[in-house]
T-cell receptor, first 115, second 112 residues
Framework: DAGVIQSPRHEVTEMGQEVTLRCKPI?????LFWYRQTMMRGLELLIY????????DSGMPEDRFSAKMPNASFSTLKIQPSEPRDSAVYFC?????????????FGSGTRLTVV | DQQVKQNSPSLSVQEGRISILNCDYT??????FLWYKKYPAEGPTFLIS?????DKNEDGRFTVFLNKSAKHLSLHIVPSQPGDSAVYFC???????????FGTGTSLTVIP
């Protein structure tokens, strides 16, 4: 199993540009989560999907952020327009419905730098 | 509002000694807790968990203790090894499979 795959690993963009982060969850996992890691707030949940349907997007900081999951094997997180304060590491994670005590499986993250 | 808090951003320990990482929570409805470990440039990986019906869970060098009355849990690593140097996050879900609430992390450095 290749695990949760995120792309790109690093992204540097100019303020005002659109940024799209991509995630491929583990096959068979029906829940997908987008997290953002910052020094001040640690790991913040932005949005999560269950069976491709967005369940809770209350963590999405602003309307500039949007996420989609068109099918069970792909999700995107888009920021438009991007701002320097969006600079962070963005993680995607997936889990099966019966998470048990093992929690999620995280991807390696996308380090976003907005200059 | 942080429902899971890690008040120590960093900790340094000598190799071979005990590392104790602490975590406090506010929601008494949490029914289990997890610790994740994160190396630089990698995603967090699951380390150990504990159900709220237990007060201790041990896995090799790692033991998690839960004090429900104090809403406090701790991760003990004995003996600490340089390879344990990482950021440790505690986390709690309200319901199995639901979103997890993470602490801000504690960066552990084990000095050889």
């Amino acid at each position: 199993d290749a695990g949760v795959i995120q792309s790109p690993r690093h992204e540097v963009t100019e303020m005002g540009q659109e940024v799209t982060l991509r995630c491929k969850p583990i096959s068979g996992h029906n829940s997908l989560f987008w997290y953002r890691q910052t020094m001040m707030r640690g790991l913040e949940l932005l949005i999560y999907f269950n069976n491709n349907v967005p369940i809770d997007d209350s963590g999405m900081p602003e309307d500039r952020f949007s996420a989609k999951m068109p099918n069970a094997s792909f999700s995107t997180l888009k920021i438009q327009p991007s701002e320097p304060r969006d600079s962070a590491v963005y993680f995607c994670a997936s889990s099966s419905g019966l998470t048990g005590l093992g929690g999620y499986t995280f991807g390696s993250g996308t380090r976003l730098t907005v200059v | 509002d942080q429902q899971v808090k890690q008040n120590s951003p960093s900790l340094s320990v000598q190799e071979g000694r005990i590392s104790i990482l602490n975590c406090d929570y506010t929601n008494s409805m949490f029914d289990y807790f997890l610790w994740y470990k994160k190396y630089p440039a990698e995603g967090p990986t699951f380390l150990i968990s504990i159900s709220s019906i237990k007060d201790k869970n041990e896995d090799g060098r790692f033991t998690v203790f839960l004090n429900k009355s104090a809403k406090h849990l701790s991760l003990h690593i004995v003996p600490s090894q340089p390879g344990d140097s990482a950021v440790y996050f505690c986390a709690a879900p309200l319901f199995t499979g639901n979103q997890f609430y993470f602490g801000t992390g504690t960066s552990l450095t084990v000095i050889p």
